[in-house]
């Protein structure tokens, strides 16, 4: 399964590096994703582009920031951040958000350790 | 506020049935959905309720009643490959997907 891709699969940084993770899909969607699972926790949402505007910032750190430069690529900047955002960081896209029964098609994440 | 509830983790034998509950209450209902996860994999969507009743699909079936808050997973004929985390997401008014924290299930020869 490639429509959705994630690099780089596994990533260790400071916590005074900057990175950034990637995301390209392949599905021709309009909508996708952000991500953030942490062991035996529910999937927390982070940030929602719809046709490249972003429509949902869940009360995100301003450690992490967005960018989204077309419909099919989504990246996610990283700086400063803190041992708690280890975790596995998740990307989806979906055709858009407006269907009840809208499917989002997941990428196999980037597993993130902060040391 | 806004839950789902899913056991944590259940043990199953090769070859038997095994039936994964969800509960919710959100605000307002949109469709529920079921997503396998495989260790270090991405999810991958299994299937799709939003009217109460039973979806069969193979050796997977998906039940809802909307009136109970509640929905099942029921997995025939188990195999090895069935390993894997079962997450339930509902749909609330505002068209948000509203995550449970998935059950491990384990499948044992």
């Known amino acids: 399964e490639t429509g959705v891709t994630q690099t780089p699969r596994h990533l260790v940084m400071g916590m005074t590096n900057k990175k950034s993770l990637k995301c390209e899909q392949h599905?021709?969607?309009?909508?996708m994703y952000w991500y953030k699972q942490s062991a035996k926790k529910p999937l927390e949402l982070m940030f929602v582009y719809n046709f490249k505007e972003q429509t949902e910032n869940n009360s995100v750190p301003s450690r992490f920031s967005p960018e989204c430069p077309n419909s099919s690529h989504l990246f996610l900047h990283l700086h400063t951040l803190q041992p708690e955002d280890s975790a596995l960081y998740l990307c989806?896209?979906?055709?858009?958000?407006?269907?009840?029964?809208?499917?989002?098609?997941f990428g196999p994440g980037t597993r993130l350790l902060v040391l | 506020g806004q839950n789902i509830d899913q056991p944590t983790e259940m043990t199953a034998t090769e070859g038997a049935i095994v039936q994964i509950n969800c509960t919710y209450q959100t605000s307002g209902f949109n469709g529920l959905f079921w997503y396998q996860q495989h260790a270090g994999e991405a999810p991958t969507f299994l299937s799709y309720?939003?009217l109460d009743g039973l979806e069969e699909k193979g050796r997977f079936s998906s039940f809802l009643s909307r009136s109970k808050g509640y929905s099942y997973l029921l997995l025939k004929e188990l195999q090895m490959k069935d390993s894997a985390s079962y997450l339930c997401?509902?749909?609330?008014?505002?068209?948000?997907?509203?995550w449970g924290a998935g059950t491990k299930l384990i499948i044992k020869p």
């Open positions: 997401a509902v749909r609330d008014s505002n068209y948000q997907l509203i």
């Open positions: 989806a896209s979906s055709q858009d958000t407006s269907g009840g029964a809208e499917t989002q098609y």
């Open positions: 309720n939003v």
């Open positions: 599905l021709g969607h309009n909508a």
